[in-house]
């Protein structure tokens, strides 16, 4: 029941999540910031309410360990929204971030001289050789949309991609590397996911204020948008407050969702299920939302998840509950 119920969450929060931040962004491109700080601020309120009882439970693992995690989870969270600015699609935004797993891998070898099967090195290619097609397919659409300006013009919108895509990939390797740092700080004080949450939320606080004044600008944009009345409450507010509330919301149930499952199931899968997710998740933005997706781009996105399906050892998980299904009826007769 438990995993059922988390399940769901994962796939109606995260869903739901990815929609209200599409709305967000069609209407404000640059209104990342304020995303990330109406997102941070809602976890680690509700943190400090139910996991830290207002300040009196000690944290499990010293705060100061918490600050080096904090550093790289804000910059990347930050980085993340950010590089909506820079002419990042929907579709190639979450693509990128599907990455994440080899990423992790990647740095795995580098880092701590980990050693993988063969399969694992293949899912590497794959997954890069996707995220490349992807991209490269997307470079092809700003440069024909940018050059029905002047060339000065198409050479600023591409320019201006690029370092949209540099963020991307920057953030992809710094999560990475965060999730190194959380793997050895677990090992040591053992794992403590829903503190973690709390301070990887509630620390960073305070680095909004260096963007203090992009945030502000949107609050009084968001403020003078279009007024809906909301149903069963029956208020009125404006329709990108409204937005943005779902996207905090919906946010909180996916990450629930997936804390949930990580103590219900086994890593593999919580991987395969939050893959599925961001699947169905890129599927309901392109059709739903008409972003442009071209025939290369679907190859692209197949070699993805072939490649990450293959790096969490799908396939030899089911043929092994399949022999293990043979055996039993085996035994039965």
Same mark, same amino acid.
């Given at each position: 029941m438990g995993t059922a119920f988390a399940v769901v969450l994962v796939f109606v929060g995260c869903c739901s999540n990815v929609v209200s931040l599409e709305l967000l962004v069609r209407e404000f491109p640059g209104c990342g910031n304020i995303v990330t700080f109406a997102q941070f601020v809602f976890i680690a309120l509700e943190g400090f309410i139910f996991e830290t009882k207002f300040g009196r439970k000690k944290p499990a693992i010293p705060v100061s360990n918490y600050f080096i995690m904090v550093t790289m989870f804000f910059t990347v969270?930050?980085?993340?929204n950010y590089a909506l600015n820079f002419n990042i699609a929907m579709p190639l935004h979450m693509i990128?971030?599907?990455?994440s797993l080899i990423a992790n891998m990647i740095l795995g070898i580098i880092i701590l001289k980990k050693r993988y099967s063969a399969s694992k090195?293949?899912?590497?290619?794959?997954?890069?050789?996707?995220?490349?097609?992807?991209?490269?397919?997307?470079?092809?659409q700003v440069h024909a949309v940018?050059?029905?300006?002047?060339?000065?013009?198409? &050479?600023?919108? &591409?320019?201006?991609?690029?370092?949209?895509?540099?963020?991307?990939t920057f953030a992809l390797l710094m999560s990475a590397r965060m999730g190194i740092f959380q793997e050895t700080l677990y090992k040591q004080y053992g794992k403590h996911s829903k503190e973690a949450l709390f301070y990887n939320h509630c620390l960073p606080l305070p680095g909004f204020l260096l963007l203090a004044t992009n945030i502000y600008n949107h609050c009084i944009l968001f403020s003078q948008s279009t007024p809906v009345l909301v149903p069963v409450v029956g208020i009125t507010m404006?329709?990108?407050?409204?937005y943005l509330l779902i996207n905090v919301v919906t946010q909180y149930v996916c990450i629930r969702g997936v804390f949930i499952l990580t103590t219900e199931c086994t890593s593999l899968t919580v991987t395969l299920v939050v893959t599925l997710r961001k699947f169905i998740s890129l599927i309901f933005s392109i059709l739903y939302f008409q972003n442009p997706f071209t025939a290369w781009h679907w190859v692209g996105t197949a070699v993805v998840f072939i490649g990450t399906l293959l790096?969490?050892?799908v396939w030899s998980s089911v043929q092994a509950a399949l022999r293990g299904a043979r055996v039993k009826e085996k035994k039965a007769e």
């Open positions: 969270s930050v980085i993340n990128f971030r599907s990455g090195y293949l899912s590497i290619v794959l997954v890069s050789t996707g995220i490349f097609i992807c991209t490269i397919m997307s470079a092809k940018s050059s029905d300006g002047s060339e000065e013009q198409g &050479f600023y919108a &591409f320019m201006h991609w690029l370092i949209g895509i540099a963020m991307l404006p329709t990108m407050w409204l790096y969490t050892e």
